[in-house]
């Protein structure tokens, strides 16, 4: 029961109280509804020892046991190491592959149309010319390979063993694959500029993208532009793009104009795959929802899209109102869903939706991927 006679005039003193009551009943609601959801997600334990999936001692003596099935093995190095090795293995595949994808881009679309897309294979490319020219065969993969020995000094400062490793894998896996798939890959694009550079960057950027996942590089102006990205936080891509402009400029005297406009062309398009592939195609979407039902609709989120959600506490400038602002990050697929969540619970809700460059955690990747 709510009265109130704060105001001479009961219509006033009747609507204040209606206010009071759909208030507090809006409260008992929402709390019905956070005892559903807690009687969903069943009893919480504390964090500490004892609590945790799996724990394991080093020391004074070792053993791995998880808790969920009782489990145990005293065999430390096995447990810990299985999973490096996925990784190296799948590593070094992906390497492998991005290399031959690479070569395969470089030598039917790239070098034999007098493409400098950039790079130091860009760079190989012109000296190429320059060779053949002259009368002699100056291989492009060897050229790569002779010209990163000078660029590894920044890779070797980085000082991050894993990627040393990887990006040296990358460099000869590349400059080998370029000049060993020569004799048996065809020359394609019969002298169409325009199908050679889109072609050529679409599957030189495949094959980087590729070798990029990995954490490491294929050597030349990509070390740099690796490292100019993590520096400055831009795409990795765009990089590659504002490092490789100089050597297409370069190529415009040996071979044409248009053949450096055309290679400026498969360039972009390169460092766009780079980026598609890097990032993968589960390019995630951060949702900002605003709602008077936020419950109901995080409590669908929650368990329809399987999806964590965060409340937000915000307050509206013009009213001066407090309103819980609902936060998840969800797949692109589930957007659309989404969408028609808040429409089912409150048409009238304010949504935004953005794109994620990159996200890690429960849910998503490790961030050590």
């Known amino acids: 029961m709510v009265t109130c006679q704060n105001e001479r005039s009961q219509i006033q003193n009747k609507a204040f109280a209606m206010g009071v009551l759909k208030s507090r009943l809006y409260e008992m609601e929402l709390a019905r509804r956070a005892e559903e959801i807690d009687e969903l997600r069943g009893p919480k334990t504390d964090i500490g020892f004892g609590n945790q999936i799996r724990s394991y001692v080093l020391y004074p003596y070792q053993m791995v046991k998880d808790l969920r099935t009782g489990v145990e093995t005293g065999n430390v190095d096995s447990v810990l190491?299985?999973?490096r090795w996925r990784v190296y293995v799948r590593d070094a595949l992906l390497i492998i592959l991005g290399s031959a994808v690479f070569a395969v881009g470089v030598d039917c679309f790239e070098v034999p149309n007098g493409l400098a897309a950039g790079g130091v294979t860009?760079?190989?490319t012109v000296f190429y010319a320059?060779?053949?020219a002259a009368g002699f065969y100056l291989p492009v993969g060897m050229q790569t390979i002779v010209m990163n020995v000078f660029l590894l000094?920044?890779?070797?400062?980085?000082?991050?063993?894993?990627?040393i490793v990887r990006t040296i894998a990358g460099i000869i896996a590349c400059g080998l694959f370029t000049d060993a798939l020569v004799p048996v890959l065809p020359v394609l694009g019969n002298g169409d500029l325009l199908l050679c550079s889109l072609w050529g960057g679409v599957i030189t950027g495949i094959g980087l993208g590729l070798v990029f996942r990995t954490g490491g590089n294929t050597g030349g102006t990509d070390i740099v532009a690796q490292l100019i990205a993590k520096r400055l936080g831009m795409p990795l891509g765009t990089a590659v793009m504002l490092v490789d402009g100089a050597i297409i400029a370069l190529s415009a005297p040996v071979f044409s104009i248009e053949n450096a406009l055309y290679a400026a062309i498969a360039m972009y398009i390169c460092g766009k795959v780079i980026?598609?592939?890097?990032?993968?195609p589960?390019?995630?979407r951060a949702a900002y929802i605003i709602s008077e039902r936020h419950a109901e609709i995080a409590n669908a989120i929650m368990y329809d899209l399987n999806r964590g959600c965060t409340e937000l506490q915000a307050r509206g400038v013009w009213s001066g109102n407090d309103r819980p602002v609902l936060f998840c990050v969800l797949g692109r697929s589930q957007t659309p869903r989404l969408k028609q969540i808040v429409s089912e619970a409150d048409p009238e809700a304010i949504v935004i939706i953005s794109e994620v460059h990159e996200a890690f955690g429960e849910g998503f990747g490790s961030i050590e991927g």
């Open 282 to 284: 589960r390019a995630e």
């Open 122 to 124: 860009g760079l190989a």
């Open 130 to 132: 320059l060779a053949g």
């Open 81 to 83: 190491s299985d999973a």
């Open 153 to 163: 000094l920044l890779v070797i400062r980085s000082g991050n063993r894993g990627y």
């Open 275 to 280: 980026d598609a592939v890097v990032d993968g």
